[in-house]
């Protein structure tokens, strides 16, 4: 790994841990160099921060729609809960679901925007297959045909909820995995024929 990608990498890792806080100096001393020797290679902290930022939109968004196209051949019920747990793997990983918080949090309003503006363009993939999931379902008779769009955002505010859940559920009560077991079976025994 060349020293730019390996300062992006701490990055990464400080801004999951610290968000917006961490310093450039931090920075320097986890890839052990100085920090008048970042500059050599990133004009501001701004700079190193939207670069991770738009890497791990990128990463996230092209993840979860490869996994999507693997679903084709699903039926609808198949394909959401498959969804589902695709986007929960995704985020156990790798201190994202800190990442992705720390984005969120957000008070730099450059940065904020630039990330709202990113997620907002690969988000209508997503919505997009989901909609037309529901649609299938509907068709197929799966899902109840009096199901609305509020279904649909519903099951996204699912998703949100079980990944909040991840920083309160005690793991000697219940898995990730089982919580959103009991959440999916809970909503699709509310959409369902």
Request: charged share 30%; aromatic share 12%.
């Amino acid at each position: 790994m060349d020293k730019k990608n390996e300062i992006l990498h701490a990055a990464y890792y400080l801004f999951a841990e610290k968000g917006y806080a961490l310093s450039m100096s931090e920075i320097a001393e986890a890839v052990n160099i100085k920090t008048p020797s970042l500059y050599s290679h990133f004009k501001s902290k701004d700079e190193i921060i939207e670069l991770i930022i738009r890497d791990q939109i990128e990463h996230c968004f092209d993840t979860i729609e490869k996994s999507t196209l693997k679903l084709k051949d699903k039926n609808c019920e198949e394909k959401l809960k498959s969804i589902l747990f695709y986007v929960i793997d995704y985020y156990k990983k790798n201190s994202r679901l800190n990442f992705w918080r720390h984005i969120s949090l957000l008070h730099n309003k450059k940065l904020k925007n630039i990330s709202k503006t990113l997620i907002q363009e690969r988000d209508s993939y997503i919505s997009e297959h989901i909609k037309n999931c529901f649609a299938a379902g509907i068709k197929n008779k799966e899902i109840k045909d009096n199901v609305s769009e509020g279904q649909m955002y519903l099951y996204f505010s699912m998703i949100q909820g079980i990944l909040n859940a991840t920083f309160y559920v005690q793991k000697d009560e219940i898995t990730i995995d089982d919580f959103a077991s009991l959440a999916w079976e809970a909503y699709w025994t509310g959409i369902k024929v």
